[in-house]
Each structure stands twice: as structure tokens, then as C-alpha cells.
Nanobody
Framework: QVQLVESGGGLVQAGGSLRLSCAAS????????MGWFRQAPGLGREFVAA????????NYRDAVKGRFTIHRGSARNSMFLQMNSLKPEDTAVYYC????????????????WGQGTQVTVSS
């Protein structure tokens, strides 16, 4: 069974940091692009960051550029999102996803999705 499992969410004060992890199992993802999305209450899911299969390409939504960093583990079956200088507007459920297409992933076209981890930033 293919699974993506997120961890690392929690409650943090504005200006603080969190590191999200996504662990993949059930197949190898070393040729897949991976990414992070988020969904705040009452809003739709939005793209946060993506990384291509070998880690050489990354992209971020404008609101998180300079604050968030995405990277993959050495075996490429894991992925991380370092979130610094967190703001209350970053509060959301964060999901990891994997797709064969780096470009399509950024349009929320994912082959696999995790269940999400809650990030809450207090002001």
C-alpha cells in the first residue's frame, strides 16, 4: 500500500519555526516530483512548494518565498519543509503530494496525497 505520511505540525507563535516531514512508503519515489500544499478553514487547497525528482528544481508560492525551504532526503523517499518566520496566515492543514510531473504537481495534479498535518500559528 502506497502511503505518504506527514509529521511535524503543531502550535507555534508568530515568528517561530517548524519542520514538516513527509515519509513515503509502498513504492520508490526517487523519480517523482514532490510538493507541499495547504488548506486553511473555509478556503481551497493551495500550492506551497514543490521539488523535482532530483532536487535541482524548486518552486514556492510568493507568500512563503524566503521563509520556507523544501528539500528531499538522500534516498528521495522523504521530503521536508523548513518553515521559518511563521505568520498567523500560514495556519492550515499541510499536505504532501507526489506526482510524475513536476509542472502538473504545482497545479494540484498529484498521484499520491498524504492525510495532512495541522500547523497553527498564534499571533
Amino acid at each position: 500500500q502506497v502511503q505518504l505520511v506527514e509529521s511535524g505540525g503543531g502550535l507555534v507563535q508568530a515568528g517561530g519555526s517548524l519542520r514538516l516531514s513527509c515519509a513515503a512508503s509502498g513504492r520508490t519515489f526517487n523519480t517523482y516530483a514532490m510538493g507541499w500544499f495547504r488548506q486553511a478553514p473555509g478556503l481551497g487547497r493551495e500550492f506551497v512548494a514543490a521539488i523535482n525528482w532530483n532536487g535541482e528544481l524548486t518552486n514556492y508560492r510568493d507568500a512563503v518565498k524566503g521563509r520556507f525551504t523544501i528539500h528531499r532526503g538522500s534516498a528521495r523517499n522523504s521530503m521536508f519543509l523548513q518553515m521559518n518566520s511563521l505568520k498567523p496566515e500560514d495556519t492550515a492543514v499541510y499536505y504532501c503530494a507526489a506526482a510524475t510531473s513536476y509542472d502538473a504537481l504545482q497545479s494540484s495534479v498529484g498521484d499520491y496525497w498524504g492525510q495532512g498535518t495541522q500547523v497553527t500559528v498564534s499571533s
